[in-house]
């Protein structure tokens, strides 16, 4: 396969997350910039996304979307990096991962949503609560440096993104936990490339 990688973003979304994994491997990549409302709704982009949304990754022939599949994806395709989970570490890698993309997200898009889940009905839901959620994520970030132990992977990218975030925007508590984990990241030269990036284009709009 080609190893012509091109993101699909837009410097105010998830994208960014993609951003720092693929600064993170080190290989070089296009960006297509594509905008809310129009470019990203275009028939072209749709025929890479018909969800509409960003960031989306295209790999030689190969299109892939959801940003936690993305940065797993990046991880193993390009192994000289580092950043796929070795045997040991894979209970931890996926588990802390697909934790993040589901509980964590839920929970967060509903308490800005306003939404506040019945204390009866919480069973209907993967976080139970925001509370319960916010436990576990502090409990498994604070067992090691990092998320599978003491070596940072792919799986850090994507859960010290959505705590970063949540961190900087405040839908997230600000708890010793969090704030612990993140300041283990955020000097990644990687981050600091990428972040660089997305704020210059950001700025140039």
């Known amino acids: 396969m080609a190893n ?12 960014r997350m993609v951003r720092w994994m693929l600064e993170e491997i080190g290989t070089p990549y296009e960006t297509e910039l594509l905008d ?7 028939p072209a982009y749709l025929a890479v996304n018909p969800m509409g949304k960003v960031p989306a990754l295209k790999h030689g022939d190969q299109i892939i979307t959801e940003t936690p599949a993305i940065i797993a994806y990046l991880a193993e395709a390009f192994p000289e990096a580092g950043l796929a989970p070795k045997p040991q570490e894979r209970a931890d890698y996926y588990r802390w991962m697909f934790y993040a993309a589901g509980p964590v997200e839920a929970a967060l898009a ?3 949503l306003g ?9 209907m839901v993967g976080y139970g609560s925001r509370e319960q959620m916010l436990d576990v994520l502090a409990a498994a970030v604070s067992r090691h440096d990092y998320i599978t132990g003491d ?6 990218v994507y859960v010290g993104s959505e705590i970063g975030f949540g961190l900087q925007f405040g839908s997230m508590d600000k708890r010793p936990e969090f704030t612990a984990y993140y300041d283990r990241l955020k000097d990644r030269e990687a981050l600091q490339r990428a972040t660089e990036i997305d704020n210059s284009l950001m700025a140039a709009k």
């Open 110 to 112: 509903n308490h800005g």
């Open 36 to 42: 809310y409302g129009t470019s990203m709704k275009a």
């Open 151 to 156: 070596r940072f992977t792919a799986a850090d």
């Open 115 to 123: 939404v506040e889940v019945p204390e009866d009905k919480r069973g």
């Open 4 to 15: 012509d990688l091109i993101l699909y973003t837009n410097p105010m979304s998830r994208g």
